[in-house]
């Protein structure tokens, strides 16, 4: 079974710094996707990667994706309390089947 | 349509009752997900349908969970004899498979057993 692992699960940060999430996944995949959950909601999806080497910013959200190195990359660039939200990274096997990692609960301190 | 909407949203039954949540996706969208969450994890897959086809289902799904989507257009997700294990965020999500497989989620209905 595919695994997905995010580092770190839990991050507190100031406004105006800079951080990066982590998603490592076991097996080969081509597509990883981002997305972020407010407490209490759904989850609202912000990237697709679709491709090694593919890079997607949105405002002060930049994410990338390695496939060789199966990793992927959510970088937050001078960070505001509004990005506060857990952040999931997940993955698609051949079959469609989309395995998710265990979430990045991220907490923005003024 | 402006998105997925889940029915009901909050549902409390009796440990060894039946329940049936109601999905009702994107109307473009051809494929419809389930998933479950439970409290600081990520979602797991339960099943998959692409238009009235069940394509997968995941392994850890007992045979105490069924899904349907009759006509390829709203989804139904029952639950047999729910347990305490059972009580969860039920979650589902539509795409368009033509679209780059970004997945939208509804509101989910969140199940807590007694």
């Known amino acids: 079974e595919l695994k997905v692992e995010q580092n770190p699960l839990f991050l507190s940060m100031q406004e105006g710094k800079n951080y990066t999430i982590y998603c490592n996944y076991s097996?080969?995949?081509?597509?990883l996707y981002w997305y972020r959950q407010d407490p209490g909601k759904s989850l609202e999806s912000l990237f697709v990667?679709?491709?090694?080497?593919a890079v997607k910013q949105e405002g002060r959200l930049m994410a990338s994706l390695d496939t060789k190195a199966r990793l992927s990359t959510l970088h937050i660039t001078a960070a505001v309390h509004d990005l506060s939200a857990t952040y999931f990274c997940?993955?698609?096997?051949?079959?469609?089947?989309?395995?998710f990692g265990t979430g990045t609960s991220l907490t923005v301190i003024p | 349509d402006t998105g997925v909407s889940q029915d009901p949203r909050h549902k409390i039954t009796k440990r060894g009752q039946n329940v049936t949540f109601r999905c009702d996706p994107i109307s473009e969208h051809n494929r419809l997900y389930w998933y479950r969450q439970t409290l600081g994890q990520g979602p797991e897959f339960l099943t998959y349908f692409q238009n009235e086809a069940q394509l997968e289902k995941s392994r850890l799904l007992s045979d105490r969970f069924s899904a349907e989507r009759p006509k390829g257009s709203f989804s139904t997700l029952e639950i047999q004899r729910t347990e305490q294990g059972d009580s969860a965020m039920y979650l589902c999500?539509?795409?368009?498979?033509?679209?780059?497989?970004?997945?939208?989620f509804g509101p989910g209905t969140r199940l807590l057993v007694l």
């Open positions: 990667l679709l491709s090694n080497g």
């Open positions: 999500a539509s795409s368009n498979q033509q679209y780059q497989e970004t997945q939208y």
């Open positions: 997940a993955v698609d096997t051949v079959g469609n089947q989309f395995y």
């Open positions: 097996t080969t995949s081509d597509r």
